[in-house]
Protein backbone atom coordinates (compact mmCIF):
# COMPACT_ATOMS: atom_id res chain seq x y z
CA UNK A 1 0.00 0.00 0.00
CA UNK A 2 1.09 3.76 -0.21
CA UNK A 3 3.30 5.39 2.32
CA UNK A 4 3.35 8.29 4.35
CA UNK A 5 6.11 9.26 6.24
CA UNK A 6 6.49 12.17 9.00
CA UNK A 7 9.86 13.41 10.27
CA UNK A 8 10.91 13.94 13.47
CA UNK A 9 9.06 11.59 15.20
CA UNK A 10 9.81 12.94 18.16
CA UNK A 11 10.62 16.66 19.48
CA UNK A 12 11.13 18.44 22.45
CA UNK A 13 11.51 22.11 22.20
CA UNK A 14 11.78 24.97 24.20
CA UNK A 15 8.41 27.02 25.17
CA UNK A 16 8.42 30.09 22.21
CA UNK A 17 10.47 27.76 19.52
CA UNK A 18 9.23 26.86 16.39
CA UNK A 19 8.52 23.75 14.97
CA UNK A 20 8.35 22.21 11.74
CA UNK A 21 6.81 18.50 11.07
CA UNK A 22 6.82 17.15 7.00
CA UNK A 23 4.36 14.81 6.20
CA UNK A 24 5.71 13.29 2.89
CA UNK A 25 4.01 10.48 0.66
CA UNK A 26 6.83 8.06 -0.61
CA UNK A 27 5.34 6.57 -3.32
CA UNK A 28 2.10 8.48 -4.79
CA UNK A 29 1.10 12.02 -5.90
CA UNK A 30 -0.96 13.03 -2.81
CA UNK A 31 -2.83 16.17 -3.80
CA UNK A 32 -4.77 16.35 -0.22
CA UNK A 33 -3.07 16.19 2.87
CA UNK A 34 -4.80 16.24 6.31
CA UNK A 35 -3.61 17.38 9.07
CA UNK A 36 -4.19 15.82 12.76
CA UNK A 37 -3.92 16.36 16.38
CA UNK A 38 -4.32 14.16 19.15
CA UNK A 39 -4.52 14.72 22.76
CA UNK A 40 -4.45 11.99 25.45
CA UNK A 41 -7.19 9.19 25.28
CA UNK A 42 -8.76 11.37 22.36
CA UNK A 43 -9.83 10.39 19.10
CA UNK A 44 -7.97 12.39 15.95
CA UNK A 45 -8.89 16.08 15.39
CA UNK A 46 -8.75 17.44 12.08
CA UNK A 47 -7.18 20.78 12.22
CA UNK A 48 -7.07 21.97 8.45
CA UNK A 49 -6.85 19.94 5.16
CA UNK A 50 -4.47 21.40 2.48
CA UNK A 51 -3.91 21.00 -1.31
CA UNK A 52 -1.26 21.16 -3.25
CA UNK A 53 -0.67 25.05 -4.64
CA UNK A 54 -3.21 26.78 -2.55
CA UNK A 55 -3.98 27.70 1.18
CA UNK A 56 -4.94 25.34 3.67
CA UNK A 57 -8.40 25.14 4.93
CA UNK A 58 -8.47 25.83 8.77
CA UNK A 59 -11.36 23.41 11.00
CA UNK A 60 -12.87 26.34 13.30
CA UNK A 61 -10.86 26.95 16.13
CA UNK A 62 -7.26 26.23 14.95
CA UNK A 63 -5.12 29.30 14.89
CA UNK A 64 -4.45 29.83 11.23
CA UNK A 65 -1.10 31.95 12.01
CA UNK A 66 0.07 29.21 15.04
CA UNK A 67 0.02 26.24 12.86
CA UNK A 68 1.42 27.32 9.36
CA UNK A 69 0.74 24.77 6.63
CA UNK A 70 2.51 24.73 3.39
CA UNK A 71 1.73 22.06 0.75
CA UNK A 72 4.01 23.27 -2.24
CA UNK A 73 4.42 20.10 -3.65
CA UNK A 74 2.69 16.65 -4.78
CA UNK A 75 4.74 14.64 -2.00
CA UNK A 76 5.52 17.32 0.48
CA UNK A 77 2.87 19.15 3.26
CA UNK A 78 4.79 20.98 6.03
CA UNK A 79 3.12 21.83 9.80
CA UNK A 80 5.24 24.80 11.36
CA UNK A 81 4.07 25.02 15.04
CA UNK A 82 4.73 28.85 15.90
CA UNK A 83 6.05 29.78 19.20
CA UNK A 84 5.30 26.54 20.60
CA UNK A 85 3.69 26.44 24.24
CA UNK A 86 3.26 23.57 26.44
CA UNK A 87 -0.48 23.43 25.83
CA UNK A 88 0.90 23.01 22.03
CA UNK A 89 2.37 19.46 23.51
CA UNK A 90 0.39 16.61 21.18
CA UNK A 91 0.83 14.04 18.51
CA UNK A 92 0.31 15.56 15.32
CA UNK A 93 -0.48 13.33 12.41
CA UNK A 94 -0.77 13.44 8.88
CA UNK A 95 -2.78 11.65 6.56
CA UNK A 96 -2.81 11.74 2.29
CA UNK A 97 -5.01 11.18 -0.39
CA UNK A 98 -4.77 9.98 -4.27
CA UNK A 99 -5.52 12.14 -6.99
CA UNK A 100 -9.48 11.54 -7.92
CA UNK A 101 -9.61 8.98 -4.92
CA UNK A 102 -10.34 11.12 -1.82
CA UNK A 103 -11.97 8.20 0.18
CA UNK A 104 -8.81 6.70 0.24
CA UNK A 105 -6.17 7.80 2.97
CA UNK A 106 -3.16 7.13 4.12
CA UNK A 107 -1.45 7.76 7.27
CA UNK A 108 1.69 8.74 8.62
CA UNK A 109 3.16 7.26 11.72
CA UNK A 110 2.41 10.43 13.82
CA UNK A 111 4.48 13.08 15.45
CA UNK A 112 5.30 13.65 19.17
CA UNK A 113 6.11 16.99 20.12
CA UNK A 114 6.31 17.90 23.80
CA UNK A 115 6.70 21.74 24.38
CA UNK A 116 8.93 22.30 27.70
CA UNK B 1 -22.97 13.47 20.49
CA UNK B 2 -19.65 12.26 18.23
CA UNK B 3 -20.75 11.17 14.49
CA UNK B 4 -18.73 7.89 15.44
CA UNK B 5 -19.67 6.06 18.07
CA UNK B 6 -17.30 2.98 18.97
CA UNK B 7 -18.11 -0.08 21.54
CA UNK B 8 -16.53 -1.19 23.86
CA UNK B 9 -13.81 1.87 25.34
CA UNK B 10 -11.69 -0.80 26.83
CA UNK B 11 -11.47 -4.84 25.63
CA UNK B 12 -9.48 -7.35 27.68
CA UNK B 13 -9.12 -10.67 26.41
CA UNK B 14 -6.84 -13.84 26.73
CA UNK B 15 -4.73 -14.99 23.83
CA UNK B 16 -6.92 -17.10 21.31
CA UNK B 17 -10.23 -15.66 21.97
CA UNK B 18 -12.27 -14.12 19.18
CA UNK B 19 -12.87 -10.04 19.20
CA UNK B 20 -15.08 -7.76 18.07
CA UNK B 21 -15.37 -4.30 18.01
CA UNK B 22 -18.06 -2.29 17.49
CA UNK B 23 -18.61 0.77 15.29
CA UNK B 24 -21.81 3.49 15.00
CA UNK B 25 -21.92 6.36 12.68
CA UNK B 26 -24.20 9.15 11.85
CA UNK B 27 -23.59 10.44 8.71
CA UNK B 28 -23.86 9.13 5.01
CA UNK B 29 -20.50 8.15 4.03
CA UNK B 30 -18.16 6.91 0.94
CA UNK B 31 -16.29 4.84 3.09
CA UNK B 32 -15.30 3.05 6.29
CA UNK B 33 -11.95 2.77 7.89
CA UNK B 34 -10.16 0.97 10.36
CA UNK B 35 -7.23 1.83 12.38
CA UNK B 36 -4.48 0.73 14.46
CA UNK B 37 -2.43 2.61 16.73
CA UNK B 38 -0.11 1.26 19.01
CA UNK B 39 1.31 2.63 22.12
CA UNK B 40 3.53 5.66 21.12
CA UNK B 41 1.32 6.44 18.71
CA UNK B 42 2.18 5.33 15.02
CA UNK B 43 -1.00 4.81 12.91
CA UNK B 44 -1.51 1.54 10.96
CA UNK B 45 -4.57 1.94 8.15
CA UNK B 46 -6.21 -1.96 8.52
CA UNK B 47 -8.88 -1.83 6.28
CA UNK B 48 -11.23 1.11 4.17
CA UNK B 49 -14.43 -0.32 3.36
CA UNK B 50 -17.92 1.03 1.26
CA UNK B 51 -20.03 -2.14 1.59
CA UNK B 52 -19.63 -5.94 2.55
CA UNK B 53 -16.78 -7.65 4.17
CA UNK B 54 -12.80 -7.48 4.10
CA UNK B 55 -10.20 -9.91 5.23
CA UNK B 56 -7.11 -10.19 5.81
CA UNK B 57 -5.13 -12.36 7.95
CA UNK B 58 -6.58 -12.59 11.43
CA UNK B 59 -8.70 -9.70 10.49
CA UNK B 60 -12.17 -9.06 9.08
CA UNK B 61 -14.04 -6.33 8.84
CA UNK B 62 -17.88 -6.17 7.84
CA UNK B 63 -20.43 -3.38 7.15
CA UNK B 64 -23.80 -2.32 6.72
CA UNK B 65 -24.86 0.25 4.94
CA UNK B 66 -28.38 -0.24 6.20
CA UNK B 67 -27.93 -0.24 9.53
CA UNK B 68 -24.68 2.00 9.46
CA UNK B 69 -23.04 -0.16 11.68
CA UNK B 70 -19.33 -1.36 10.48
CA UNK B 71 -17.73 -4.32 13.10
CA UNK B 72 -13.84 -5.49 13.20
CA UNK B 73 -13.19 -8.73 13.99
CA UNK B 74 -9.80 -10.29 15.69
CA UNK B 75 -10.11 -14.43 15.51
CA UNK B 76 -7.35 -16.33 17.51
CA UNK B 77 -6.06 -13.48 19.00
CA UNK B 78 -2.51 -12.43 20.28
CA UNK B 79 -1.04 -10.16 22.97
CA UNK B 80 0.71 -8.40 19.95
CA UNK B 81 -2.60 -7.27 18.90
CA UNK B 82 -3.11 -5.00 22.14
CA UNK B 83 -3.40 -1.65 20.71
CA UNK B 84 -6.26 1.17 20.03
CA UNK B 85 -8.88 0.72 17.27
CA UNK B 86 -10.17 3.90 15.72
CA UNK B 87 -13.41 3.71 13.26
CA UNK B 88 -13.35 6.23 11.18
CA UNK B 89 -15.42 7.15 8.23
CA UNK B 90 -15.23 9.03 5.04
CA UNK B 91 -18.23 11.61 5.24
CA UNK B 92 -19.96 12.33 1.34
CA UNK B 93 -19.29 15.63 1.67
CA UNK B 94 -15.34 14.47 2.13
CA UNK B 95 -15.20 15.07 5.22
CA UNK B 96 -13.48 12.44 8.13
CA UNK B 97 -14.52 11.63 11.31
CA UNK B 98 -13.01 9.79 14.29
CA UNK B 99 -14.36 7.86 16.89
CA UNK B 100 -12.60 7.67 20.41
CA UNK B 101 -11.06 4.52 19.97
CA UNK B 102 -11.19 1.29 21.80
CA UNK B 103 -8.27 -0.28 23.76
CA UNK B 104 -7.84 -3.75 23.39
CA UNK B 105 -5.56 -5.10 25.73
CA UNK B 106 -4.86 -9.45 24.71
CA UNK B 107 -3.25 -11.47 27.78
CA UNK B 108 -0.80 -14.26 27.22
Known amino acids: GAVVSQHPSRVICKSGTSVKIECRSL??????MFWYRQFPKKSLMLMAT?????????EQGVEKDKFLINHASLTLSTLTVTSAHPEDSSFYIC????????????FGPGTRLTVL | KNEVEQSPQNLTAQEGEFITINCSYS?????LHWLQQHPGGGIVSLFM???GKKKHGRLIATINIQEKHSSLHITASHPRDSAVYIC??????????FGRGTQLTVWP
Open chain 2, 27 to 31: VGISA
Open chain 1, 95 to 106: SASFVGIYNEQF
Open chain 1, 27 to 32: DFQATT
Open chain 2, 88 to 97: AVTSTLGRLY
Open chain 2, 49 to 51: LSS
Open chain 1, 50 to 58: SNEGSKATY
